[in-house]
């Protein structure tokens, strides 16, 4: 079963423009991961939130954790059409390794 | 990118074959992953291993099988491919870091049974 949702499926918007996409999951987690996914290449890893953190920076992302509505959010500002792509969230709610529970993923296209 | 070397990367077998894929790292990272990618679907988990000869099942490993009798190596055995297993399947690592760990990729196969 799946354990994070992404929300929008699909998010279309221009250069500049800010980018949110929602992240809802299930169970109790450790963590909460995004990454992203480019057409046929392999998932690289964004950023990492742990449940204790309400919010995390790095770059132009950010990422906010609320574990009281088992939501998440990712936000990229200043988009740019390089940031076209997939983006997955993924629950860790183990304490061995990462045996992460991934949504369906949000597609976003930045059009220039 | 982190060393990870996934063999073959595209493959088409005849259903009814047994098909066996590679996951190589350089990382000596502890814990490996198999995962399938399908439309719909996000990834699954498959099988995943914490250590040599150490693996357990996935939500998705029923017609699979894996062995990891090196640090580096982890193999996925589909004992007789069917249809449905028809798909992009990756392979992740980690290393546990104190209480959270991000995981790295391979580049995916991709597998299509006829």
């Known amino acids: 079963s799946q354990q994070g949702e992404e929300d929008p499926q699909a998010l279309s918007i221009q250069e500049g423009e800010n980018a949110t996409m929602n992240c809802s999951y299930k169970?109790?987690?450790?963590?909460l991961q995004w990454y992203r996914q480019n057409s046929g290449r392999g998932l690289v890893h964004l950023i990492l939130?742990?449940?204790?953190?309400r919010e995390k920076h790095s770059g132009r992302l950010r990422v906010t954790l609320d574990t009281s509505k088992k939501s998440s959010s990712l936000l990229i500002t200043a988009s740019r059409a390089a940031d076209t792509a997939s983006y997955f969230c993924a629950t860790d709610a183990g304490t061995s390794g990462s045996r992460l529970t991934f949504g369906e993923g949000t597609q976003l296209t930045v059009n220039p | 990118d982190a060393g990870i070397t996934q063999s073959p990367r595209h493959k088409v077998t005849e259903t009814g074959t047994p098909v066996t894929l590679r996951c190589h790292q350089t990382e000596n990272h502890r814990y490996m992953y198999w995962y399938r990618q399908d439309p719909g679907h996000g990834l699954r988990l498959i099988h995943y291993s914490y250590g040599v000869k150490d693996t357990d099942k996935g939500e998705v490993s029923d017609g699979y099988s894996v062995s990891r009798s090196k640090t580096e190596d982890f193999l996925l055995t589909l004992e007789s491919a069917t249809s449905s297993q028809t798909s992009v399947y990756f392979c992740?690592?980690?290393?546990?870091?104190?209480?959270?760990?991000?995981?790295?990729f391979g580049q995916g196969t991709r597998l299509t049974v006829v």
């Open positions: 939130i742990r449940s204790n953190e």
């Open positions: 169970t109790s987690i450790n963590n």
């Open positions: 992740a690592i980690s290393e546990l870091q104190g209480a959270a760990t991000e995981a790295f």
